[in-house]
């Protein structure tokens, strides 16, 4: 391995930077005319001890006082070297040293020396492979000047010596400099700060190590420099203070270094908080200002903010482009006064501005020095942007695009006013960095966002878009989807009407968010939908529905296994206006709320069952009889439930809410989950009410009858006259041809039934009911004893049989059979309305 001259210096000014060095001033024929308290700590002699003498004494190597001779006679024309050396401690043991030695020029035109020693074991480790070639340092070839700068001051602080590095580091000529204190040479308040150090130094004796300042350089140059400088004080023989040496090197690149990646490291914390693409653009420009910019917007693509596509091409409109959003803007000045478009507002872009040739080429514009000449492109097509431009005093100019994916998602534009700096070749690179670091923030937010609403749009579709009770009950219904950050999840509701005039209320929950849960919630959702037609009671749908999900569940592509677990919480009730009783169950779901007319609120003691898909234990129902006006409150764990609180505690908050008989069910509604949700919500809210209504006595009438087919007649008969009574004339012929038809279905086969254990006798002890139903459809329902399933046949022309319930599927709106603990019904619907 071989060390570079580069290194060696490298070394050197890791010494001024990081420790203290030990300094001497030597005259042009090396006597040493002052010596620092760091020297004499380095090698325990005393300023009374040194001063005067030759500063070969201390050497202890006859090779490094050769060497030092003829590196002084060189540097004369180089201006400093530095090397190794071993110096003489008092005690009379050697010590490892780097030297670093730098010329001073002076008034009376002869060089001066200034050594900085600093002990080897305070220096960076060098690397084990690199040992061996540490003796060679000595024959590399050294820069003609040490990047380290040097100013000796006397007593009264004037410049008394300095080196070359000095004066093309911090500004200021060596005529303007040499016999002035610092503040006569560069005035200002920075001048006055740095003097008030060297002054305690002189007086104090300790030094000052590492103290920042920026460089004085002619105002008409936009550009600055920082410098880290350490003070020590120079004794004379008699230990009397010489004056002040000042050691000083240019940190600005390492500085400007460290504040990128201070700003990238805060780039990772604060762009892309949220899952808002609005939020992103805005905080990449709160972030930007002050420390790159004065000024600052981020523009995106109107696209981008609704989660669709991004840019593919810019389209002209009015010789504009009229595609984008301003998203983000943030300036020095409270307002932002420099902007022509608030947060969004369409941001216009002229097409052959440079930010359409960002936008086209996909590369960015940088200018810093912005040409706001008459006749430019600003003139010509953007005035009004000239002016702001003028206005502000904007002279240096970044606009960056922002992409992902190939696509353009947007642009920033980063401008300076006040720092009189124009940007440089790496601010444009920090931009970019910027720029990268919130693309991918807003990809992953725009991809959310088209999620969010595909997932949206999904439970648009699935939720019942109109859900109404009929006669049982009137509804209301809230659903809120969860924050940005947690995803939507699968909650689903249903009101669903049964015949008889009953209504079936349906709340359940998938576990999970996002679109796999929104279409996990839609198989369930259509699955409850056909178990409800089946008329099956509570308990026995939620058992199908169980082994539904489980089906569910092992169908699941068995190669993603984040995927194929399916579960569910679910709660249903049917409400029967005719008996005013409800029958409910539940899969693990919270239970019900009921609030009687009162405003009294309790919550039934109804089984918790197990959540769907994990096929446990047996679902139970319960039935409750409820008077009328009576509200149901059905809702999911995301209305009660708060990270800080048990469920007890939102159940007791719900209980509160509801208890509101003053309110109207809609208003009910909502105040409730206004009063309960999170803010923001963590997990989907959905809540229904539906207020009980009962049938009156005159809107029901049933009859019962033996099962003999002498008894059809009758029963037309009474079903005619109660329809003239209830003034549906219209409906009489129908109707008994439905009614003719289901009795003699239920004889035939109710019949067919028997067993032959009755000897011929059990026709005569079975019964057929009839039950006509007035609500928002005329119902009509015959029952018997018997559990066989009626069919609907396709008879052929020669066959006698077989068309009952051909013609009940013709007569009626709908027709069905559920069945009850004594046996089943056959219901068949009429419009109330005659057909026009």
């Known amino acids: 391995m071989t060390i570079s001259a580069e290194t060696a210096v490298s070394e050197a000014q890791t010494a001024i930077e990081t420790v203290c060095p030990a300094i001497a001033l030597l005259d042009a024929q090396g006597t040493v005319v002052g010596w620092s308290q760091a020297a004499q700590r380095l090698v325990g002699y005393s300023a009374a001890e040194v001063v005067g003498r030759s500063a070969d004494v201390l050497l202890v190597a006859a090779d490094d006082r050769a060497k030092a001779s003829q590196a002084a006679q060189e540097s004369t024309l180089r201006g400093g070297w530095s090397d190794l050396a071993q110096v ?61 700068g040097v100013v000796i001051r006397d007593t009264h602080l004037r410049c008394i010596r300095v080196n070359d590095t000095q004066g093309s580091k911090d500004g200021i000529p060596l005529p303007e400099r040499l016999g002035r204190t610092l503040t006569e040479a560069a005035p200002g308040t920075e001048a006055e700060t ?6 305690h130094v002189l007086e104090s004796g300790d030094p000052e190590i590492n103290v ?3 460089a004085f350089l002619p105002a008409n140059l936009r550009s600055s420099r920082t410098l880290t400088a350490s003070y020590f004080r120079l004794d004379d023989a008699q230990g009397r203070a010489l004056g002040v040496c000042v050691v000083s090197v240019d940190i600005t690149d390492s500085r400007r270094a460290r504040e990128r990646l201070a700003i990238l490291g805060e780039a990772s914390r604060r762009i892309g908080t949220t899952l808002d693409v609005n939020q992103t653009a805005q905080e990449l420009a709160a972030l930007s200002v002050p420390f790159l910019a004065d000024y600052a917007t981020v523009d995106l693509a109107e696209s981008v903010q609704h ?25 020095i000045h409270p307002g932002t006064p420099e ?68 696509a353009v998602l947007g642009m920033a534009v980063f401008v300076r006013t006040e720092d009189p700096r124009p940007f440089e070749e790496d601010d444009l690179l920090l931009a970019e960095e910027l720029a990268s670091w919130a693309a991918l923030a807003l990809d992953n937010a725009r991809q959310y966002v088209r999620e969010r609403s595909a997932v949206l749009a999904l439970q648009r579709l699935l939720h019942p878009h109109r859900p109404t009770g009929g006669a049982a009950a009137d509804v209301a219904w809230r659903y809120l989807p969860a924050d940005s950050h947690h995803g939507i999840g699968g909650d689903w509701f249903d009101v669903i009407p049964l015949s008889g005039a009953r209504v ?45 999900v489980i089906r569910l569940t092992e169908a699941e592509d068995p190669r993603h296994p984040a995927t194929t677990t399916m579960a569910a919480t679910c709660l249903y009730a049917v409400y029967d206006p005719v008996t005013r009783t409800c029958t409910m169950a539940r ?9 009687d007319p009162h405003g009294h609120v309790t919550f039934p003691d109804l089984p918790a069952g197990a959540p769907l898909g994990l096929g446990l234990v047996p679902f139970e129902s319960v039935t409750l009889e409820l008077a009328e006006g009576s509200v149901l409150a059905l809702y999911t764990d995301g209305l009660i439930e708060t990270r800080d609180q048990d469920i007890s505690a939102g159940m007791n908050r719900l209980r509160t809410a509801l208890a509101r008989p003053d309110l109207t069910l809609d208003d009910l509604c909502s105040s409730t989950v206004d009063t309960l949700r999170a803010k923001p919500p963590s997990d989907d809210v959905t809540l229904l009410l539906a207020r009980t209504r009962s049938l009156t006595a005159d809107q029901v009438v049933s009859w019962q009858f033996p099962s003999d087919p002498a008894v059809v007649s009758r029963a037309r008969t009474l079903a005619a006259r109660q329809l003239t009574q209830w003034g549906l004339e219209h409906l009489v012929e129908s109707t008994e041809l439905i009614v003719s038809e289901l009795f003699t279905n239920a004889i035939i086969h109710g019949n067919g039934d028997c067993n032959g254990d009755c000897n011929g006798g059990c026709s005569s002890d079975r019964t057929i009911g009839l039950r006509l139903i007035r609500h928002e459809m005329l119902t009509c329902e015959v029952s018997d004893t018997s559990h066989s399933h009626p069919l609907v046949r396709h008879p052929r022309s020669t066959d006698e049989h077989g068309r009952g319930l051909f013609l009940v599927t ?15 019904i056959i219901w068949a619907d009429q419009r109330l309305a005659a057909s026009a």
């Open 194 to 199: 740095l003097e008030a150090v060297m002054r």
């Open 504 to 548: 079936a209320l349906v709340v359940g929950d998938v576990v999970g968010h996002g679109i796999n849960a929104a279409a996990k919630m839609g198989q369930l959702r259509t699955a409850m939908h056909t178990l409800a037609d089946m008329d099956m009671p509570p308990d026995e749908v939620l058992s199908r529905l169980d082994e539904q």
């Open 212 to 214: 920042n300042y920026r």
């Open 307 to 331: 989660g669709e596509a991004p840019l593919a091409h810019l389209v002209p409109q009015d010789e504009r482009i009229a595609v984008f959003r301003r998203a983000g803007l943030a300036s």
């Open 587 to 595: 899969a693990g779901h919270p239970p019900p709320a009921v609030i």
């Open 810 to 824: 013709q007569l009626s709106r709908r027709w069905g059979t559920r069945h009850v603990p004594d046996g089943k």
């Open 339 to 406: 902007s022509l478009f608030a947060r969004g507002e369409p941001v216009f872009v002229p097409p052959t501005s440079p930010f359409a040739g960002v936008l086209r080429s996909g590369k960015s514009h940088f200018e810093p020095m912005l040409d706001t000449s008459p006749g430019t492109w600003l003139d010509h097509l953007d005035p009004a942007r000239a002016e702001k431009v003028r206005e502000h005093a904007m002279h240096s100019l970044m606009v960056v695009p922002i992409h992902a994916r190939g």
């Open 88 to 148: 003489r401690h008092r005690d009379g043991r050697s010590i490892a040293v780097r030297l670093c030695v730098s010329s001073l020029s002076g008034q009376d035109g002869r060089d001066w020396w200034v050594v900085c020693a600093t002990d080897k074991a305070w220096l960076p480790a060098w690397p084990a492979e690199a040992a061996v070639a540490e003796p060679l340092l000595a024959k590399l070839p050294l820069p003609s000047r040490l990047p380290i």
